[in-house]
C-alpha cells in the first residue's frame, strides 16, 4: 500500500494553509490519496499524530469508516465533503474534524505522522471523543496493513 499527498512530499514541510490560523494558516485539511491496498481491505481508518515530545501524540486528525472503494481525500474535505459513510473523530483541539499543525514557537520541527490503516472490518463502531489509545485499541487485531507518511512543520 502507499500513500502520498499532493500538498507535500513525506518528509517535506507542511504549506502555511493548512496550519491553524493561530499559526498563520487556514485550517484547509490535506489531500490525501493512497493506492495498492491489501486484499481483504473492508474500510480504511486514518490518523494524522504529532508524536514530538512537546505534542505528545497530539491527534490533529481520526477518521474512521472510510469505504473500501475509497481512493483518497481531498483538499479541504474534513467537514464538509467526506467520503461517504466516513466519521471524522475528535481531535486534540476539541474539535471534530482536522485541526492542522501549531507547534509552540521555539520548539523546532514537529512531525505529524499520517497513517492510513487497511481494516478486516466494514466499521468501526466508537464515539466521536474516542482518544488516541482508545483508537488504537479498537482497530487492533483488525488492520491488515498500515502505511505512513510525515510532514513537518516549525516556528
Same mark, same amino acid.
Given at each position: ?110 512531525? /505529524?505522522?499520517?497513517?492510513? /490503516? ?34 513537518? /512543520?516549525?516556528?
Amino acid at each position: 500500500m502507499e500513500i502520498t499527498s499532493s500538498a507535500f512530499k513525506d518528509q517535506g514541510k507542511i504549506p502555511i494553509q493548512f496550519v491553524m490560523p493561530g499559526a498563520g494558516g487556514k485550517n484547509i485539511s490535506i489531500p490525501i490519496r493512497w493506492k495498492n491496498p491489501p486484499l481483504g481491505t473492508t474500510s480504511f481508518a486514518l490518523s494524522i499524530v504529532d508524536p514530538h515530545p512537546v505534542a505528545q501524540n497530539w491527534v490533529h486528525w481520526l477518521v474512521i469508516n472510510i469505504p473500501k472503494e475509497v481512493i483518497s481525500i481531498e483538499e479541504g474535505a474534513s467537514k464538509k465533503k467526506m467520503p461517504m459513510g466516513s466519521v471524522e473523530l475528535k481531535n486534540s483541539f476539541g474539535d471534530i474534524g482536522y485541526g492542522g499543525p501549531q507547534p509552540p514557537k521555539g520548539t523546532g520541527d514537529h512531525p /505529524y505522522v499520517v497513517t492510513l /490503516y487497511a481494516l478486516n472490518v466494514e466499521k468501526l463502531e466508537i464515539g466521536v471523543s474516542t482518544s488516541l489509545s482508545a483508537f488504537k485499541k479498537a482497530i487492533e487485531g483488525k488492520v491488515i496493513e498500515s502505511v505512513s507518511m510525515t510532514g513537518m /512543520y516549525g516556528r
